[in-house]
């Protein structure tokens, strides 16, 4: 019987300093980036781009399709803005806006993918200036996709 306890023991110990299961890849089957528009009749449509309308409040952004997709990820987009960039005079975009030396604004969140695409969208601030942008998407800290991008 001793001997029994001893061996539980020492297959619990076991298993508690094991290290956890590696994460399984994230496998990206398509990433596209564009202008999101609603219809007269309400309905949201994407239009793939590279050329984003400077107007504000048009809507933009990406949409992924994963082959492996979880319940939910781990989602951060890192956006190079232009240099002449200023921080947002609105409380909720201040919150967004990282005064780094590149102007690098990043945003974290967990997404809930629908039928194995996840969404991220952005919209063209009052003070934000035209220019050319970068965006890139990392999901489970793996380079998604990256998207260059002008708003003219």
């Known amino acids: 019987m001793r001997k029994i306890v001893v061996a539980v023991l020492v297959l619990m110990a076991g298993l508690a300093c094991a290290a956890p299961p590696a994460p ?3 496998v990206v ?35 992924i399709e994963l082959a492996n997709a979880r319940r939910s990820l781990s989602v951060r987009e890192e956006y190079l803005l232009p240099s002449s960039a200023k921080p947002p005079s609105d409380p909720e975009s ?33 003070n934000e200036p035209a220019g050319h942008r970068q965006l890139q998407v990392i999901v489970e800290d793996q380079v998604a996709a990256s998207f260059e991008f002008d708003v003219k």
């Open 29 to 63: 089957l398509s990433a596209e980036f564009g202008a999101f528009n609603t219809s007269d009749k309400g309905e949201q449509t994407f239009t793939p781009a590279t050329v984003i309308p400077h107007r504000v409040g048009q809507r933009y952004g990406w949409i």
């Open 24 to 26: 399984v890849p994230v």
């Open 94 to 126: 201040e919150s967004l806006f990282v005064a780094l030396p590149r102007r690098n604004q990043v945003s974290q969140r967990q997404l809930v993918p629908v039928e194995g695409k996840i969404y991220g969208e952005w919209a063209i601030g009052p």
